[in-house]
């Protein structure tokens, strides 16, 4: 099974988003490792490292040190060849010379070269929901078809990861993923490949993925990492009002440790932390977070009795 390996890999980009200036994104020692037939969903807005780590993987950040595939280190050039970035200036990932070539003629050019492992155009036509009238057409002029022609033709190159850019899950949901696609990231899924999407917020809406990954959990790694014995800290006046939801945050952390049987510390503050992020989204600093999630944890490994 293939394997993408990132330890402690930092990253950043500048990127504008429609109806809003130039934005940053950035990742800091994020480590992690992908593995072949799995989808991934990275959790989190644009800055919290999800549009990072995409560029970051497909080679479109210069710095890609601390990246190896199947145990090997590799390059720019090696991630180019085994990854593909799936956004929505689709043509600049094909050859200059060729991006008025139809479709069609660009797949039996690939297949040719015997990297496809299906040999058959007609077979991937079928696969990816491909027209047989807008396969004619250069993959600009292609409409929602883009996307699928796109991957069909990353998939004949021989291509093993497949990621997207960061997306709002709006734009996600409405323009991205239809029915045709998500058939298409499943074939993949069965087929072992790796697949990444970075999107806005979690909810049901890829309801196909194998894991996901709260990227605001990783930009805080370093202080949830510590071991703080405190008690959690009182109230001030202040944050009264918010007690409420900070016991129905406890309430749903207790249920979650029961319902899961967790007893790893770092799956734990993972999987919690966007419990947190829920309930007490700008109610609490995120020092008060921190010791919140190691009081939670203390409990349950007492109440346990997992020394």
């Known amino acids: 099974m293939n394997e993408l390996k990132l330890v402690n890999?930092?990253?950043?980009?500048?990127?504008?988003?429609?109806?809003?200036?130039?934005?940053?994104?950035?990742?800091?020692?994020?480590?992690?490792?992908?593995?072949?037939?799995?989808?991934?969903?990275?959790?989190g807005e644009f800055g919290d490292g999800g549009a990072s780590i995409s560029y970051l993987i497909t080679g479109n950040i210069s710095d890609v040190s601390g990246i190896a595939f199947n145990n090997r280190t590799v390059d720019i050039r090696d991630l180019k060849r085994i990854c593909s970035l799936l956004d929505d200036n689709?043509?600049?990932?094909i050859n200059i010379f060729?991006?008025?070539?139809?479709?069609?003629?660009?797949?039996?050019?690939?297949?040719?070269?015997?990297?496809?492992?299906?040999?058959?155009?007609?077979?991937?036509?079928?696969?990816?929901?491909?027209?047989?009238?807008?396969?004619?057409?250069?993959?600009?002029?292609?409409?929602?078809?883009?996307?699928?022609?796109?991957?069909?033709?990353?998939?004949?190159?021989?291509?093993?990861?497949?990621?997207?850019?960061?997306?709002?899950?709006?734009?996600?949901?409405?323009?991205?993923?239809?029915?045709?696609?998500?058939?298409?990231?499943?074939?993949?899924?069965?087929?072992?490949f790796i697949i990444i999407i970075p999107c806005s917020e979690y909810d049901p809406f890829i309801p196909f993925s194998d894991e996901r990954l709260y990227l605001k959990y990783w930009s805080f790694k370093e202080t949830l990492k510590e071991s703080i014995k405190d008690n959690l800290p009182k109230l001030t006046i202040q944050q009264k009002k918010m007690e409420d939801n900070l016991e129905q945050f406890i309430i749903k952390c207790i249920e979650y440790m029961k319902f899961n049987n967790i007893v790893d510390k770092e799956d734990f503050i993972q999987d919690i932390y966007y419990l947190s992020d829920r309930f007490l989204l700008n109610k609490v600093t995120e020092h008060q977070v921190k010791k919140l999630i190691d009081s939670l944890y203390q409990f349950y490994i007492e109440k346990s009795g997992i020394i």
Not at 90 to 93: A, C, E, F, L
Not at 129 to 134: A, K, V
Request: hydrophobic fraction near 35%; aromatic fraction near 12%.
């Open 98 to 192: 060729m991006r008025n070539t139809p479709v069609i003629k660009l797949l039996q050019d690939e297949i040719k070269k015997k990297n496809s492992p299906v040999s058959d155009v007609n077979k991937i036509l079928e696969i990816f929901g491909l027209s047989n009238e807008r396969v004619q057409r250069p993959i600009s002029k292609m409409g929602e078809e883009r996307y699928r022609a796109s991957l069909a033709i990353d998939y004949v190159q021989g291509k093993l990861i497949f990621c997207f850019p960061w997306y709002n899950s709006t734009f996600l949901r409405g323009y991205v993923l239809n029915e045709k696609l998500i058939s298409v990231l499943k074939f993949l899924r069965e087929q072992g």
């Open 90 to 93: 689709i043509s600049k990932n």
């Open 9 to 43: 890999v930092s990253a950043q980009l500048y990127a504008k988003l429609p109806n809003r200036k130039s934005m940053l994104d950035h990742v800091n020692n994020f480590s992690y490792t992908f593995s072949g037939g799995k989808i991934y969903k990275l959790v």
